[in-house]
């Protein structure tokens, strides 16, 4: 059963940056599209960065050259560097996975901007 842990979210004034992890158990790393998704209070959980096996990547508008999304497939971790924060960006971030057909998430790390 593949598990997603992720890390590194906090408190941020805005214009500030975080960096988001996530860990990925067993060695499940290959051919896997990884992503992260984010949910505000009363709003669908919506994509904000992914990146395939290949490397290839593709973000929201909203977040386009502001966030990057990386991974090293060697320690099975997917990041998300994020810049230039601000109050929108206030959510709660869940680390994704699709491999083969079947979707994994883990259990999100808060991200608050203040203003």
């Known amino acids: 059963q593949v598990q997603l842990v992720e890390s590194g979210g906090g408190l941020v004034q805005a214009g500030g940056s975080l960096r988001l992890s996530c860990a990925a158990s067993g060695s499940i790393f290959d051919f896997a599209t990884m992503g992260w998704y984010r949910q505000s209070p009363g709003k669908q959980r919506d994509m904000v960065a992914i990146?395939?096996?290949?490397?290839?990547?593709n973000y929201v508008d909203s977040v386009k050259g502001r966030f990057t999304i990386s991974r090293d497939n060697a320690k099975n971790m997917v990041y998300l560097q994020m810049n230039s924060l601000n109050p929108e960006d206030t959510a709660v971030y869940y680390c994704?996975?699709?491999?083969?057909?079947?979707?994994?998430w883990g259990k999100g790390t808060l991200v608050t901007v203040s203003s």
């Open positions: 994704y996975m699709l491999r083969f057909g079947v979707n994994s």
């Open positions: 990146i395939t096996s290949g490397g290839r990547t």
